[in-house]
């Protein structure tokens, strides 16, 4: 497909335990972004990428969070030692710019359950 | 940074009924994007609204930019099942990152 990737849909982690998660953006797109969302809940901005250049990552919520993109294509989110509080659903989103206007793309996001 | 309030949070209707969801903040918009997310889905982009008192109409949806690009509202006619969602405004920042409201979960029942 062309669209956004992300894997797993679904992860169970039992607290203290480390997470990866994995976006596949959209071939070509330069921007990446990741945002965390509660349940019923709006996304919140955690950081972002232009290419392999993280250049904002002032939403990640603690230092046991860490994003990155190696080659500009691929990106994992790490969290470590997890936490209750982080259970949510992670989404990941890549946009290009064209003609001055920038839309991003959603995957179906990662679904975190920490018990 | 800019807070966008959405009202109502939540909305259940029968099918056949209008109804309007509303997202306002302190400051101006430089544009303002709706999107639509299903369960167990990313949100996807309806509309971009760019100039005060703009309206965009996307079949039985209208979107308006109020004049002051401080507040925008959502229409729809004749809701259906199908629109079932949780809707979501969003403000884009320099950066590109997107600032959203805490979004409208919309029931539609048949």
């Known amino acids: 497909g062309a669209g956004v990737s992300q894997s797993p849909r679904y992860k169970v982690a039992k607290r203290g335990q480390d997470v990866a998660l994995r976006c596949d953006p959209i071939s070509g797109h330069v921007s990446l972004f990741w945002y965390q969302q509660a349940l019923g809940q709006g996304p919140e901005f955690l950081t972002y990428?232009?290419?392999?250049?993280?250049?904002?990552k002032s939403g990640l919520p603690s230092d046991r969070f860490f994003a990155e993109r190696p080659e500009g294509s691929v990106s994992t989110l790490k969290i470590q030692r997890t936490q209750q509080e982080d259970s949510a659903v992670y989404l990941c989103?890549?946009?290009?710019?064209?003609?001055?206007?920038?839309?991003?793309?959603f995957g179906p996001g990662t679904r975190l359950l920490v018990l | 940074t800019q807070l966008l309030e959405q009202s109502p949070q939540f909305l259940s209707i029968q099918e056949g009924e209008n109804l309007t969801v509303y997202c306002n903040s302190s400051?101006?918009?430089?544009?303002l994007q709706w999107y639509r997310q299903e369960p167990g889905e990313g949100p996807v982009l309806l509309v971009t609204?760019?100039?005060?008192?703009e309206v965009k109409k996307l079949k039985r949806l209208t979107f308006q930019f109020g004049d002051a690009r401080k507040d925008s509202s959502l229409h729809i006619t004749a809701a259906q099942p199908g629109d079932t969602g949780l809707y979501l405004c969003?403000?884009?920042?320099?950066?590109?990152?997107?600032?959203f409201g805490q979004g409208t979960t919309l029931q539609v029942k048949p």
């Open positions: 989103a890549s946009s290009i710019r064209t003609s001055g206007v920038e839309t991003q793309y």
């Open positions: 990428f232009q290419n392999e250049a993280q250049l904002d």
């Open positions: 969003a403000s884009s920042s320099n950066t590109g990152k997107l600032i």
């Open positions: 400051s101006v918009f430089s544009s």
């Open positions: 609204v760019v100039t005060g008192g």
